[in-house]
Nanobody, 125 residues
Framework: QSQFVESGGGLVQPGGSLRLSCAAS????????IGWFRQAPGKEREGVSC???????YYSDSVKGRFTISRDNAERTVYLQMNSLKPEDTAVYYC???????????????????WGQGTQVTVSS
């Protein structure tokens, strides 16, 4: 079954860092843009970041300047480096693939593919 496997989440203090990984299982990343999305308890899923097939990057205003997305097609993995974490970054983080980048979470639910189970990020002192 083709899907992503997310990892790297955990508990971190405010101001700390985490690096999330999104590994593709059963398919190549070469033809896809990859997006990171998150969902906090009781909230709608929101787009966080996306990297296009040719490496262009996009970020939501809430994470711009703190998060960095990158991809390694040979390793079939996309990374999300998260610095200066805040309590409001607490959520389950997911990655998914589409032909192009969009951070619209409503579109993503139907337009993106290969969703994984997510990885929990908790920012708390």
């Amino acid at each position: 079954q083709s899907q992503f496997v997310e990892s790297g989440g955990g508990l971190v203090q405010p101001g700390g860092s985490l690096r999330l990984s999104c590994a593709a299982s059963g398919f190549s990343l070469d033809f896809y843009a990859i997006g990171w999305f998150r969902q906090a308890p009781g909230k709608e899923r929101e787009g966080v970041s996306c990297i296009s097939r040719d490496g262009n990057t996009y970020y939501s205003d809430s994470v711009k300047g703190r998060f960095t997305i990158s991809r390694d097609n040979a390793e079939r993995t996309v990374y999300l480096q998260m610095n200066s974490l805040k309590p409001e970054d607490t959520a389950v983080y997911y990655c998914a693939a589409d032909a192009g980048c969009s951070l619209d979470a409503e579109y993503a639910l139907v337009g993106y593919h290969f969703w994984g189970q997510g990885t929990q990020v908790t920012v708390s002192s």
